[in-house]
């Protein structure tokens, strides 16, 4: 028989969306293996069943698990000398036009190892796991090529079965155009297209992402990739108006994505088709920050539109090398002006929704027994300070996570 945990004398933020935070003030969870079993008031639990262990939390903060839903984690090298020269004047489009950029960490990313490249990307997910992390998308886009994607694709499916965190992988071949296909981006494209099915096979893909910008990929270009995984079933996300708009969000919108990420050029009539496709916004609060971008995503109206808003870390070497999802919670409030709330419910439900899992993102019997608990007497904590970790441990999947595992 499953075992049953009682983890008591909790304040939860269930982030149930029928009450503010979904919170319950004197609350208690009981998990049933991997699932929660119940969650509700202290001493309300079901009596007839056996509690093998009994966790007294103290008073403690209890939240879903966090989710970070937007990551580029592995790759090698770095790109601080960029960061460098981006101080000295150059742009983050004249470095990518000139060959550096992404292009720089795709010839790293290439000449490392495959065991090189899980111990940097096992390093980055324990800092996340360490602030609360449950689950975590990696996407591809510095290999490049069939052998380089793969790769890291599968370096990415290890961090998953390797460490006690879900990891979600989506191929992102389609991020920028190889050195040997300069001046030939149909003909990448059309590589891109040939190598999903192999990656499919395999079991490495979750999703499929493009980059459609003017320093990345036609809208034409990325229909061709949408056309791909839609006739391999595969869902897609796109990273659309970051730097210019492309109306790349309609056009995901039209393949039913789960996601459109960046967005700071998003228009009306790209909020218009996410809505209705029930697509979700993912806000990337870093990269806006590290690029010092000033256009805003249209947060007021997609929040107008009621399209439910995501937040990640984007963490990738070049327009985001962070490695922290509460300091996004923080940035969400203060750069985009989401509310304390909003952006809690971006690193959880709609985080949980952008990856297409309805088994968590919530706390709520049973989903998936994924929480973080905290330090902290509420969740706005989290949000308003920054530089301090308040986490005391986190519970994936039924299992106490600590430090060490
Ligand atoms: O999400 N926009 C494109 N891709 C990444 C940046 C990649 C890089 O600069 O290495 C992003 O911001
Ligand atoms: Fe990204």
Redesign the pocket.
């Known amino acids: 028989m499953t075992s049953i945990t009682l983890w008591r004398n909790a304040r939860i933020a269930t982030m149930d969306p029928s009450c503010p935070w979904g919170w319950i003030e004197r609350g208690a969870l009981m998990t049933r293996g991997a699932q929660l079993h119940w969650v509700g008031t202290e001493g309300h639990w079901p009596k007839d069943l056996l509690v093998s262990a009994e966790h007294d939390l103290q008073g403690a903060l209890v939240t879903p698990g966090l989710i970070d839903a937007h990551t580029?984690l592995v790759y090698a090298g770095d790109?601080a000398a960029e960061f460098e020269q981006r101080l000295q004047g150059a742009s983050?489009e004249d470095i990518a036009k000139a060959g550096g950029?992404?292009r720089s960490?795709v010839q790293a990313t290439r000449a490392a190892s495959p065991e090189a490249l899980f111990s940097a990307a096992a390093q980055r997910a324990r800092v996340l796991m360490a602030e609360g992390v449950t689950t975590l998308e990696i996407k591809s886009?510095y290999g490049l090529s069939a052998e380089h994607e793969g790769r890291c694709l599968a370096v990415a499916r290890q961090l998953g079965r390797e460490l006690p965190i879900t990891v979600v992988t989506t191929s992102l071949g389609a991020?920028a155009l190889p050195q040997e296909f300069t001046g030939r981006a149909d003909d990448y494209i059309d590589a891109v297209c040939q190598w999903l099915p192999e990656q499919h096979a395999h079991g490495w893909v979750d999703a499929v992402d493009a980059?459609c910008?003017t320093i990345?990929f036609t809208p034409a270009q990325t229909r061709r990739v949408f056309e791909t995984a839609k006739a391999l079933g595969l869902p897609v996300k796109l990273?659309a108006e970051?730097l210019s708009n492309q109306e790349g969000a309609a056009l995901a919108a039209a393949y039913g994505a789960l996601s459109c990420?960046?967005l700071e050029y998003l228009s009306d009539s790209g909020i218009a088709a996410m809505r209705q496709a029930g697509t979700v916004a993912m806000l990337?609060p870093g990269?806006y920050y590290f690029l010092r971008d000033t256009h805003m995503p249209p947060v007021d109206a997609l929040r107008r539109s009621g399209v439910p808003m995501a937040v990640a870390t984007?963490h990738?070497?070049?327009?985001?090398p962070m490695l922290s999802l509460l300091l996004m919670l923080h940035m969400a409030c203060t750069l985009f002006r989401l509310t304390p709330e909003e952006a809690w419910r971006g690193v959880t439900l709609h985080a949980a929704r952008a990856l297409g899992l309805k088994d968590r993102g919530l706390l709520q019997a049973g989903l998936r027994a994924d929480f973080a608990v905290w330090d902290a007497e509420h969740p706005r904590e989290m949000a308003y300070r920054f530089g301090h970790n308040p986490c005391r441990f986190t519970v994936w999947g039924g299992v106490m996570r600590t430090q060490s595992t």
């Not at 990738?316 to 985001?320: E, H, Q």
């Open positions: 580029h790109r983050y950029g992404i960490t886009g991020h980059f910008d990345g990273h970051q990420d960046h990337l990269a984007d990738n070497p070049g327009s985001s």
